[in-house]
């Protein structure tokens, strides 16, 4: 029997990348998972297909975020196939380039709209379904622990919020025995990253050159933190902002 058995997970943005890895992952664990999307409802159907086929459990939740009365749609998708959570992952998240000079208003605003409102507003409305003793994840970014970049400063600014929620609602939230981490990767080998990560063979020595482990990020690595912290395992780990970069900031 699987670690989280018994348990039910949200995973946002859950059927791609990152956050396919850490849906079937949470799955695999034996967590009933609900794989939420915006708009490739074909993605997301794959995705509870395979945790179904591993023989684990799933459903897809759709909702946009980012925009008004997100949470509330999410939820009201979700309460459709579950009557509580135990395992909230905030994973979507968008990233948009432009330093201080090339970002506009709209994207700056659109940024922290999906990246830092949607998930304050999601585990708000989701802490009258978290079960005591449940576990919030954030996935957040290398570029909070010093792995700068002012092309993405705008982006990064969105997840130090990230961390700032993180750090914060685990102190609110200890009284229930709910802990709340985050999870800092840093370059992981995803669609999203394709351009430049499978492309570009030189960007990706460079990449695998910077983590002592010689290697490029994969969404799995982050998975198995991610499900590390959803487990009972981790009950005494809260309020922390885990290094997923494979020690490429050493």
């Known amino acids: 029997m699987g670690t989280l058995a ?11 990348g990152i ?10 664990d034996g967590a009933c998972v609900g794989v939420h999307y915006n708009t490739d409802e074909e993605a997301a159907k794959r995705t509870a297909g395979a945790i179904e086929a591993a023989g684990g459990s799933a459903f897809t939740v759709r909702s946009g975020l980012g925009v008004p009365g997100d949470a509330e749609a999410l939820w009201s998708a979700f309460d459709a196939h579950a009557d509580g959570l135990d395992i909230l992952v905030n994973n979507a ?6 330093g201080i000079a090339d970002t506009t208003p709209e994207s700056f605003d659109r940024l922290f709209a999906v990246n830092t409102r949607a998930p304050f507003f999601v585990a708000q409305l ?5 079960r005591d003793g449940g576990r919030i994840v954030n996935i957040s ?11 993405l400063i705008a982006y990064a600014m969105t997840k130090a919020a990230i961390d700032v929620f993180t750090t914060t609602l685990a102190k609110d939230l200890g009284s229930r025995a709910v802990t709340v981490n985050a999870v800092n990767p840093g370059a992981i080998d995803t669609d999203l990253n394709a351009s430049w990560l499978r492309s570009d063979e030189a960007a990706r020595a460079a990449t695998a050159a910077r983590s002592p482990l010689a290697r490029v990020g994969v969404p799995d690595d982050v998975a198995g933190v ?4 959803a487990s009972d395992d981790a009950g005494w780990v809260t309020g922390q902002t885990i290094d997923a970069t494979g020690g490429a900031l050493l």
């Open 19 to 28: 956050g396919r890895a850490i849906a079937e992952r949470l799955g695999r």
């Open 226 to 229: 991610v499900a590390f912290l």
């Open 93 to 98: 998240g968008i990233a948009e380039l432009g």
């Open 6 to 16: 018994g348990k039910t997970a949200l995973v946002t943005g859950g059927s791609r």
């Open 126 to 130: 989701g802490l009258s379904r978290l």
């Open 141 to 151: 970014t290398s570029y909070t622990l010093g792995h700068t970049d002012p092309g």
